[in-house]
């Protein structure tokens, strides 16, 4: 089972951080930046609605004096508990793409940086 594995170093992420972080976290091993993969994201939210739907069948009838706002309420907190469940059992983790970094400076040294200088103080 490769829930949780760090794609970059093979160590297991706590779930806590994948359950908290889930747009993205640091391994706590290398400290490469990590993303829940689409897919385990979308099965933790497809199993967490179906939960929702499933606690929200089962309550509704109930002849409680809630029984209107109940169901809501159960199937709020079933989407909420199992969605993260979800992913905590299944997720992959998968290395996050690295942000654009836009360093013109260091790419072209100081001369790069004085030609845009110029070029917009053009009056
Ligand atoms: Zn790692």
């Not at 976290?25 to 993303?35: F, I, V």
């Not at 606690?55 to 508990?81: E, Y």
């Not at 970094?101 to 004085?114: C, D, I, N």
Request: contains cysteine; aromatic residues 6%; neutral net charge.
């Amino acid at each position: 089972m490769a829930a949780r594995l760090c794609p970059h170093c093979g160590n297991r992420v706590p779930a806590t951080r994948v359950m908290a972080l889930s747009d993205g976290m640091e391994c706590p091993h290398c400290q490469t930046r990590l993303e829940v993969a689409t897919g385990s994201r979308l099965i933790a939210t497809t199993l967490g609605l179906v939960a929702a739907w499933f606690v929200w069948r089962v309550t509704r009838d109930s002849t409680n004096i809630l029984g209107f706002a109940l169901p809501v309420l159960l199937s709020f907190l079933a989407f909420g508990i199992v969605s993260p469940l979800v992913l905590i059992f299944t997720a992959s983790l998968r290395l996050e793409p690295a942000a654009p970094v836009f360093e013109p400076v260091a790419a072209h040294g100081g001369h790069g940086q004085s030609v845009h200088d110029h070029a917009g103080g053009h009056h």
